[in-house]
C-alpha cells in the first residue's frame, strides 16, 4: 500500500474510532457488494478477514462478478457499509440476515 493510501486509510479509520461515518458522497461513489459473506483468509500466517460477494459498480469488475474485497478494517455496526483496505463498499443485506418483514 502506498502512503497516500495508507494516510487516506488512517483518516478513515480515525473518523470511524469517533463514530463518523463515510460522507454522502463516498457512499454514492462506493461500489456496492451483493450476496456477501465474510471469509477468514490466511495470509503470511496471519488470519484476515475480506467480503466475498458480487461488485456491482466497481470501476474495474464487471457487474455481478463473484470478487473479494482487501482486508476488513471497519464494518458498520448496522451492517450498511465496509472499509476494506482497497476501497468501501456499500452492502446489500447478508443472504442470511435478510428481514423477514415480520
Known amino acids: 500500500m502506498d502512503e497516500v493510501m495508507a494516510k487516506l486509510l488512517d483518516d478513515d479509520f480515525?473518523?470511524?474510532l469517533r463514530n463518523v461515518p463515510p460522507s454522502e458522497v463516498e457512499m454514492q461513489i462506493a461500489p456496492r457488494m451483493k450476496e456477501?459473506?465474510?471469509l477468514i483468509t490466511n495470509e503470511n500466517g496471519r488470519q484476515v478477514l475480506k467480503l466475498m460477494g458480487r461488485a456491482h459498480g466497481h470501476p474495474e469488475i464487471e457487474d455481478g462478478e463473484n470478487m473479494r474485497t482487501?482486508?476488513?478494517?471497519?464494518?458498520d455496526p448496522h451492517m450498511r457499509w465496509a472499509r476494506a483496505t482497497d476501497r468501501l463498499w456499500r452492502l446489500?443485506?447478508?443472504?442470511?440476515s435478510q428481514p423477514t418483514g415480520n
Do not use: N, Q
Open 14 to 16: 480515525d473518523g470511524y
Open 36 to 38: 456477501w459473506a465474510t
Open 70 to 75: 482487501g482486508r476488513l478494517v471497519w464494518v
Open 92 to 96: 446489500d443485506y447478508a443472504e442470511d
